[in-house]
């Protein structure tokens, strides 16, 4: 999940191990919450994903042992392959990391989210007098 999260997640700048780590930790919690029958899928995914970079990028070695570029490049690789089990293992990861990803408060005041006060968008929708 490390390799997974920096490759879709780090942008210019690289991501703080600490951010990172306790990443990894919230997206296990989601994981070993779900069904049996959700974790089974999303871990046979993963798996597949690990053992994937021969046959989409073309090198010998497991997801997690790639350089950033490659996975990036592997991911982008899948997400448009004709094939529909890779695009589908892609929205399955990238649906589930990104509501958690940018659910962080720093990471939504870092993108101009102005957090609880939301003055502009109160000012756009009437609010009915009591």
Do not use: C, N
Not at 22 to 39: E, Q
Not at 52 to 62: A, G, N, S, T
Not at 80 to 109: C, H, Q, Y
């Amino acid at each position: 999940m490390r390799a997974l999260t920096e490759a879709f997640f780090t942008d210019d700048q690289p991501l703080a191990p600490e951010r990172l780590d306790a990443y990894v930790d919230d997206v296990d919690d989601h994981m070993s919450r779900a069904s049996k029958t959700l974790r089974f899928g999303l871990l046979l995914m993963i798996e597949a994903l690990r053992l994937l970079p021969p046959l989409i990028v073309r090198r010998f070695r497991v997801f997690d042992d790639l350089d950033l570029e490659d996975r990036v490049t592997m991911l982008q690789r899948m997400d448009r392959s004709r094939f529909p089990i890779f695009p589908l293992i892609i929205v399955a990861f990238k649906t589930l990391m990104t509501m958690g990803w940018f659910e962080d408060e720093a990471m939504l005041r870092s993108m101009g989210y102005p957090g609880e006060a939301r003055e502009r968008y109160k000012r756009s929708l009437p609010v009915a007098a009591e």
